[in-house]
């Protein structure tokens, strides 16, 4: 008996210290499942449905992505409009947990009627993203909230520190000489928070082909204004803009990366990183 006793005595702590599982989510594309990941480290187990290097915009869900949703207790969209298969896919899923838009409450910027998806390109409304994140991750596990709160607040910090960083850096610049063309209009919220003009011959979204009118128009204005940078982007077709480049008299400056980090090994694996990125590759570019 006194050995039966032994044995069941030393069970129960390790019983009553098992952590819960981590909480499955399922985030829309590479750069939420990054800051979801950053927030919530051990207390998640993150997949991104659209990968590295990988257009949102043009995205074909899968039976395997259907079979994970169904599994996922939180899944992340961007909202926006950024996901136009979200529906069908949620549908197809059968999903019953719980689906988190992690740009409620930030007021879009707008071409024409349309709302502009790309709200992660300016770091105040990704400091929105965080909070918004940090809150339903504690809603889903309580427990967790300390941890939650300090792994966000570490986060937030670092975010503030890059934002002044960059606002610093490119007030050496009058507003004449902060002009970039890029292959998508993705880049809209950086242009609006840190005083940068965008062009593109492409709308928000790369489902369209530019019209032959619309990169004619780019090119006489890159001459006629000396735009200094011309970039491709990780997840568009680099002929484009290296015709446009060629004719409008400029060189290309590099690549950015917009709606998707890079590979593992790439320069932007991360979301802090592809920002550190974009930014050091436009403020060398402008000449800054």
Avoid at 25 to 54: C, M, N, Q
Avoid at 128 to 135: G, Q
Avoid at 192 to 207: E, R
């Amino acid at each position: 008996m006194r050995r039966r006793g032994l044995i069941l005595s030393a069970a129960l702590p390790a019983l009553a210290l098992a952590a819960p599982p981590p909480l499955r989510v399922v985030a829309s594309f590479s750069i939420l499942a990054d800051l979801i990941r950053a927030i919530g480290g051990p207390v998640v187990a993150v997949s991104s449905l659209v990968g590295p290097d990988a257009d949102a915009h043009v995205y074909q869900p899968s039976p395997a992505d259907a079979r994970r949703l169904a599994d996922a207790q939180l899944m992340v969209v961007n909202g926006l409009g950024f996901e136009g298969w979200l529906d069908r896919l949620v549908q197809a899923s059968g999903f019953r947990g719980t689906l988190l838009t992690a740009s409620v409450g930030i007021q879009p910027r707008r071409l024409g009627r349309e709302p502009d998806p790309h709200a992660w390109q300016d770091l105040g409304m990704v400091q929105r993203y965080v909070k918004t994140l940090t809150a339903a991750l504690i809603d889903m596990r309580l427990d967790d909230q300390q941890a939650l709160r300090a792994r966000a607040d570490a986060y937030l910090g670092q975010l503030q520190s890059m934002d002044a960083a960059l606002r610093k850096r490119l007030d050496r610049l009058s507003r004449e000489q902060r002009r970039v063309v890029t292959s998508h209009d993705a880049f809209g919220y950086f242009g609006d928070a840190y005083g940068v003009d965008f062009l593109s011959a492409q709308g928000m979204s790369t489902n369209s082909e530019p019209s032959a009118s619309a990169v004619a128009r780019l090119i006489q204005q890159i001459r006629r204004q000396q735009v200094r940078a011309v970039f491709v982007e990780n997840i568009s077709d680099p002929r484009l803009i290296e015709r446009i480049a060629r004719e409008g008299g400029v060189r290309v400056g590099g690549r950015l990366y917009s709606d998707a980090l890079s590979g593992p090994s790439g320069p932007a694996a991360t979301f802090l990183q592809l920002f550190a990125h974009n930014a050091e590759a436009i403020c060398t570019a402008l000449g800054v």
